[in-house]
């Protein structure tokens, strides 16, 4: 199995944070968050990643880990992201596409590795901790997640009207069969560039909105249920409050930090 980080982007709302460093650089209880991401790899046996840089590209790159560049970072999105490493995705080996935003424990993707679907992604059941966490209304930030009774997702990526709409979370973290991965290439090319994808034009389509699309084509997309154990931090309010928690020990209910040493061979 391998794996690839998009990690092109900015992080505008990091700011100061991000002026200096890519927003999967930004620290976490004083190691950064793309570090930490592939300590947990490594600790669940992939090695073989590949990341893809945009934004401040030569602190990702000083890691040592092969990276593809998006040079369009600034106007495009994580769909486009991926395309930068579509060579990648030629079914030789199985994948996981991860945003480099996030951090995780090695039990979520142990989950997510263990799905033989061709195509999962891990949903965070117990969501509400966390969104209540980093906001007084949870619905100003989810997204809508439903499934049907087989576990598959038939609607994420949504704009909530109510709690009763979202199942769980999406988490930006997503596993690829071997036998799958030509035909997310495919289906990309197939797109068409004058479309409008929820609001978005081709190159800044969400990857709810592609996966949504994959689902709307008839590909099952199988929900791998975890229970927290994962943070996304978005914003200086989140990377704050994670930072805080962490010096006090409260943020172990939430993401248990570990120790984490990220170079490359």
Sequence with gaps: MRAILLAAGEGTRLRPYTLDRPKSMVELGGVPLLVRQLATLRSCGIEDVTIVTGYRAKAIEALGYPTRHNAAYDRTNMVASLMCAADLLDGSDDLVIAYADIVYEARVLERLAACREPLCITVDMQWRLLWELRSEDPLMDAETL?????????????????????????????????????????????????????????????????????????????????EGGWL????????????????????????????????GS
């Design 232 to 263: 996304e931090v978005d914003t200086v309010e989140d990377l704050d409050r994670y930072n805080e928690m962490a010096r006090d020990g409260s943020l172990l209910p939430f993401y248990q930090i570990v120790d984490a040493v990220g170079t």
């Design 146 to 226: 439903r499934l049907d009774d087989r576990g598959d997702v038939i609607e994420l990526g949504k704009k909530p009207r109510s709690i009763d709409e979202i199942q769980g979370q999406y988490m930006g973290l997503i596993k690829v069969a071997a036998s799958f991965a030509p035909e997310l290439v495919r289906t990309y090319e197939a797109l068409d560039p004058e479309a409008s994808y929820d609001g978005k034009d081709l190159p800044n389509m969400y990857m709810t909105s592609f996966l949504q699309h994959l689902v709307d084509l008839g590909r099952p997309l199988r929900a791998v249920p975890v």
